[in-house]
């Protein structure tokens, strides 16, 4: 199975910090990397799929990017709604594993 | 509203057996292999299983392989997941989630429903 490894796994920022997390994979998976925004008690939601590609409704201050093994999503101006937890996902060979979660606080 | 609504969760025994659903609304269900995704208390997403359009393809974590079934009523817009011979380490919520039509991932999830394993 690939392994999916995110960091970090927490960090503090403050309103309209600019914000990177970072998730690697164990093997090649080309563009297929997801990543989920979860808030406590809710459903995760989709953010950007295929490394870069915003989902419809996202923000555009989310942008992710990458390729291989390597990825990285920033959020440009971090707003009190995206104190979450952020969690990458390949999708490349089944199973389509998750990283351990960023948890984002606020400072 | 385009929704999936998860059910079935509860106190399971070890050894025992579990029948999970999701109803989904709103869109066409027929069309979207869907997924089952659970989160152990304080822990990561894992990926448990999906099941293509028609049902007749599956494909499942190896921690619940041989235990666990997906299904799916396309009648009936409902997804299923009959979890058996259950452990301690399933005790977890489980989300059901809509892959995307053109792209590899899940751009709908169920609020999930609750199973917990225990004597």
């Known amino acids: 199975d690939i392994q999916m490894t995110q960091s970090p796994s927490s960090l503090s920022a403050s309103v309209g910090d600019r914000v990177t997390i970072t998730c690697r994979s164990s093997q090649y998976i080309d563009k297929y990397l997801n990543w989920y925004q979860q808030k406590p008690g809710k459903a995760p939601k989709l953010l950007i799929y295929d490394s870069s590609s915003l989902q419809v409704g996202v923000p555009s201050r989310f942008s992710g990017s990458g390729s291989g093994t390597d990825f990285t999503l920033t959020i440009s101006s971090v707003q009190p709604e995206d104190f979450a937890t952020y969690s990458c996902?390949?999708?490349?060979?089944?199973?389509?594993?998750f990283g351990q979660g960023t948890k984002v606080e606020i400072k | 509203d385009v929704q999936l609504v998860e059910s079935g969760g509860g106190l399971g025994q070890p050894g025992g057996s579990l029948r999970l659903a999701c109803a989904a609304s709103?869109?066409?269900?027929?069309?979207?292999?869907m997924h089952w995704v659970r989160q152990a208390p304080g822990k990561g997403l894992v990926w448990v299983s999906r099941?293509?359009?028609?049902?007749?393809?599956?494909d499942y974590a190896d921690s619940v392989k041989g235990r666990f079934i997906i299904s799916r009523d396309n009648a009936k817009n409902t997804l299923y997941l009959e979890m058996n011979s259950l452990r301690a380490e399933d005790t977890a919520v489980y989300h059901c989630?809509?892959?995307?039509?053109?792209?590899?991932?899940?751009?709908?999830w169920g609020q999930g429903t609750m199973v917990s394993v225990s004597s």
């Open positions: 989630a809509r892959d995307h039509e053109r792209h590899r991932a899940f751009d709908l």
């Open positions: 996902q390949h999708t490349y060979s089944i199973p389509w594993t």
């Open positions: 099941i293509s359009t028609d049902g007749r393809r599956s």
């Open positions: 709103g869109f066409t269900f027929s069309s979207h292999w």
